[in-house]
Each structure stands twice: as C-alpha cells, then as structure tokens.
C-alpha cells in the first residue's frame, strides 16, 4: 500500500514529520511520538500482571516479565550463558573482549 511505502522511504530521506512539542525530538511515525510524549506525561499505560511495575512502552514490560518467567532469549555465542535482555548480552559480550590480549 502507498501510505507503508511512503512510511518506509522516510528512512531513506531521514524524514521525521512528527515533532514533539515538549522538546527537540522528532519521528519517522505518529506512533513513536505519542510513545515518546509517555517520557514527558510519565503515562505508563502497561501494567505487570504479577506485581505493581507499570511501563510506558509495550516492549518494556514484555522485557520486564522476563525477570518472572526467567526466560532469557539472548544466549553468548562465545560461552554458555544467556540473558533476558538484549542489553546485558552486550554488556556480557565486553568481559569477553576485555580477555583478549593483542
């Protein structure tokens, strides 16, 4: 469809129509501003299940329930641990280059 064709040459043009008012940010889609106005009206419409935490991104509290289920989805391809975040991988995946020696 013309409109998802349009959306995706934006990354191409580096296009961000969508401004927020609040501060110099601006985005690709309307979406990703009405997400990032959560970090100014500290909206957190995403809600635990299994304790009190609220997050105003989906994919935060899909992270967070991780830490309940004990899921961890990013294993080191260098050793055999894994972790419930991307992030921590990376962090994880530093002690490795820290060892080697040149």
């Known amino acids: 469809d013309s409109g998802s064709l349009k959306k ?8 961000k129509p969508f ?16 997400t990032h106005m959560r970090t100014h009206s500290g909206e957190k ?3 635990c299940n299994q304790g009190p935490k609220s997050f105003g991104k989906s994919s935060t509290l899909k992270s967070h329930r ?33 060892k080697v020696t040149v």
């Open 66 to 98: 991780r830490s309940h289920t004990g899921d961890k989805p990013f294993p080191c391809n260098l050793c055999p641990k894994s972790f419930g975040q991307g992030s921590h991988l990376k962090r994880h995946r530093r002690s490795h280059l820290d």
């Open 19 to 34: 401004s927020c008012q609040q501060c110099s940010k601006s985005f690709l889609q309307a979406g990703n501003l009405k």
């Open 45 to 47: 419409p995403f809600t």
């Open 8 to 15: 995706h040459m934006r990354i191409h043009s580096g296009e």
